[in-house]
């Protein structure tokens, strides 16, 4: 019912900034609560960051928070994240998922939902 297909990722350097874009079909979309996970290589998919379906709750990982924003428009079915400072640690692949647990989503890494990724790349 729902595809989501992620875009904005790059490579970049340490210091720079970059927002990850997740396109969200369906006309379920704002019923979601979404999130963004990644995956570095060699290591298990972490989260990240995720807003509740009206975007009045906000969680972030300790490792992201202050330099990263999560935030959703549900009149264009997309919910960004805008990384700034970027570090080589956040060198991953950059998932955007959909559930209608948002404890699930925030605490236990499930979805409903998942998109296909988008490369991030820091260099330092």
């Known amino acids: 019912q729902v595809q989501l297909v992620e875009s904005g990722g790059g490579l970049v350097q340490a210091g720079d900034s970059l927002r990850l874009s997740c396109a969200a079909s369906g006309r379920t979309f704002s019923g979601y609560n979404m999130g963004w996970f990644r995956q570095a290589p060699g290591k298990e998919r972490e989260f990240v960051a995720a807003?509740?379906?009206?975007?009045?709750?906000?969680m972030y990982a300790d490792s992201v928070k202050g330099r990263f924003t999560i935030s959703r428009d549900n009149v264009k079915n997309t919910v960004y994240l805008q990384m700034n400072s970027l570090k080589p640690d956040d060198t991953a692949v950059y998932y955007c998922a959909a559930s209608s647990d948002y404890r699930g989503l925030t605490s236990r890494n499930e979805a409903h939902y998942w998109g296909q990724g988008t490369q991030v790349t820091v260099s330092s």
């Open positions: 807003t509740s379906w009206s975007g009045g709750l906000r």
